[in-house]
């Protein structure tokens, strides 16, 4: 019997859910959720018996909240006080959140939020309250990251899957950082990337990071995304090295890894910073089953004369067998891929600005 799939879209309006139950070959799609809200982050977390929703939900005029979903966006929960707020002492408000993200299997009720501006929250009630992530905030190179062009936020975070203190995050500008004391201390692990606007080519932090991914199945080896430049490490972020030749530019945002198979990696290439568009205006998602080594340009069903952009989290994949790979563009266009990559089909068109995309197994 085919599984249920659901496609999480956050987009600058609001949030739409997608579903299919026939191998991913139809999608329903229902929405907005949270209508004229900016959701720039997303999370399923399928950890429990009964999955849970959490939305990053932005209002203009009631501000920054996380909302919750346990009947799959039947119905929200949205607390009456903020669940992430700064404590009083830092001097600082709550822009968005930019990433949510559930911590490993043996910690059900941690979940981790990366905020504007740059800091990191966890949660141990299963993301209804949030508290700040000390070690990071006190972090003495803090005053010294500063706004990348979508602002001044951690965007990634990457809970290791089975060891619960260690955690991954990748902020612009700063870098990518890792704790291995449960948060207390916190390391740059910037080695070997490539800095392209400041004076010192390697600096040990100022870096602007797009994304960071990772595979379960391969807890060590990490992939980046970087403003100009794309990289592997294959010893837990301690040393990074090129995995560029061969895609058409090293500029993009989102790098999205295979949820079985550690060796693929997939990514979004686009011209340049000052050229946000795909090369040649081709839709083409760039696939490397060889951890960077070579790249495949998948385009079966994608369109040509395309000159919009795949922003850093509005790339994914489910963690179904074979796999299923979404994007979504800023010109509202959501694309899903039931093979693997292999060939790709619209799931809605005319969205607004997609934000980020989530898709798992329910």
């Known amino acids: 019997m085919p599984q249920k799939v659901l496609l999480a879209i956050g987009t600058r309006k609001g949030l739409w859910l997608a579903t299919s139950t026939d191998g991913r070959a139809s999608w329903d799609v229902t929405g907005p959720h949270h209508a004229m809200t900016d959701v720039y982050a997303v999370?399923?977390?399928?950890?429990?018996?009964?999955?849970?929703?959490l939305a990053g939900v932005n209002s203009e005029h009631f501000?920054?909240?996380?909302?919750?979903?346990?009947?799959?966006?039947?119905?929200?929960?949205?607390?009456?006080?903020?669940?992430?707020?700064?404590?009083?002492?830092?001097?600082?408000?709550?822009?968005?959140?930019w990433q949510i993200a559930p911590g490993p299997?043996?910690?059900?009720?941690?979940?981790?939020?990366?905020?504007?501006?740059?800091?990191?929250?966890?949660?141990?009630?299963?993301?209804?309250?949030?508290e700040l992530v000390r070690g990071l905030w006190d972090h003495p190179h803090r005053e010294h990251w500063t706004p990348g062009g979508g602002g001044k936020a951690i965007h990634s975070v990457i809970p290791h899957p089975t060891a619960p203190e260690v955690v991954t995050v990748a902020m612009s500008t700063g870098g990518v950082y890792r704790t291995e004391d449960g948060g207390a201390s916190w390391q740059p692990r910037n080695t070997g990337i490539r800095a392209v606007h400041v004076p010192d080519p390697y600096p040990e932090y100022g870096h602007c990071v797009h994304k960071i991914a990772a595979n379960p199945a391969a807890p060590d080896r990490y992939f980046v995304q970087v403003h100009h430049g794309v990289y592997r490490s294959d010893d837990a972020t301690a040393s990074w090295q090129s995995i560029a030749d061969g895609l058409p530019s090293?500029?993009?945002?989102?790098?999205?890894?295979?949820?079985?198979?550690?060796?693929?990696?997939?990514?979004?290439?686009?011209?340049?910073?000052?050229m946000r568009f795909p090369p040649e205006g081709k839709c083409r998602v760039y696939r490397s089953e060889d951890a960077g080594?070579?790249?495949?340009?998948?385009?079966k069903g994608l369109p040509d004369g395309f000159w919009s952009g795949v922003m850093r989290d509005a790339m994914c994949a489910d963690d179904a067998d074979p796999a299923g790979l979404y994007f979504g563009s800023r010109t509202g266009e959501v694309y899903a891929s039931r093979d693997e990559g292999d060939s790709w089909q619209p799931v809605a068109t005319h969205l607004p600005d997609v934000l980020c995309v989530r898709a798992a197994v329910v």
Do not use: C
Request: charged residues 25%; hydrophobic residues 40%.
């Open 43 to 53: 999370a399923i977390d399928t950890r429990r018996d009964t999955p849970r929703l």
């Open 63 to 97: 501000g920054p909240s996380v909302a919750t979903s346990d009947d799959l966006g039947a119905t929200w929960q949205e607390p009456d006080h903020a669940p992430i707020a700064f404590p009083e002492d830092t001097g600082e408000a709550l822009a968005r959140a």
């Open 105 to 130: 299997a043996g910690e059900p009720d941690v979940v981790y939020a990366g905020v504007e501006p740059s800091a990191l929250f966890r949660s141990t009630d299963g993301g209804r309250t949030y």
């Open 250 to 274: 090293d500029f993009g945002f989102p790098m999205v890894a295979h949820p079985h198979r550690p060796d693929v990696i997939y990514n979004f290439p686009l011209v340049a910073d000052a």
């Open 293 to 299: 080594k070579t790249w495949d340009a998948l385009g």
